[in-house]
């Protein structure tokens, strides 16, 4: 897939007035092709076994790296989920900010004979960042009144 910024948004301007038009249908596509990828890889994790040291299990960071290894399996749980957020913001003198934000959602259960616990991995990842400018005018005067 070979997008790009550009791709998400579109600036149209007009006499006087200006507005951005998303392209909420690839965002869309891009966002469920992420999660349908994600789920496929977090089923490639099945049992997957991992070395962790016993200094994890006292429960004091300290001692985290120390002792013997012990094999834990991880496995997956659901699926991830992903979802987009947009942001508008002012960013200077008639300039606004306008971002588009995916929100990814994985769910993780470490298993091994004695516990198993949940894990939920979350991340933010910027899609668009994109800065509108609009007139400036000939005089400005941020006056605050409390």
């Known amino acids: 897939m070979n997008i790009k910024t550009g791709d998400f948004t579109e600036e149209i301007s007009g006499a006087d007035l200006s507005h951005i038009n998303l392209n909420s249908i690839l965002i869309n596509s891009v966002t469920n092709k992420i999660a349908a990828q994600l789920s496929e890889n977090m089923n490639l ?9 016993a200094g994890m299990f006292s429960g004091v960071p300290l001692f985290s790296r120390l ?3 012990i094999p834990i399996q991880i496995s997956s749980m659901g699926d991830a989920k992903a979802d987009y957020e947009t942001e508008l913001a002012s960013a ?14 994985c769910n993780v259960t470490v298993v091994n004979p004695v516990f198993g616990k949940n894990l ?4 933010k990842l910027l899609l668009v960042n994109t800065i509108f400018n609009g007139k400036v005018p000939e005089g400005y005067a941020n006056i605050s009144l409390n």
């Open 92 to 105: 200077g003198v008639n300039q606004v900010s306008y971002q588009v934000w995916l929100n990814i959602e």
């Open 120 to 123: 939920c991995v979350k991340r």
């Open 67 to 69: 002792g013997f290894t």
């Open 45 to 53: 994790l099945s049992y997957h076994e991992i070395q962790v040291p």
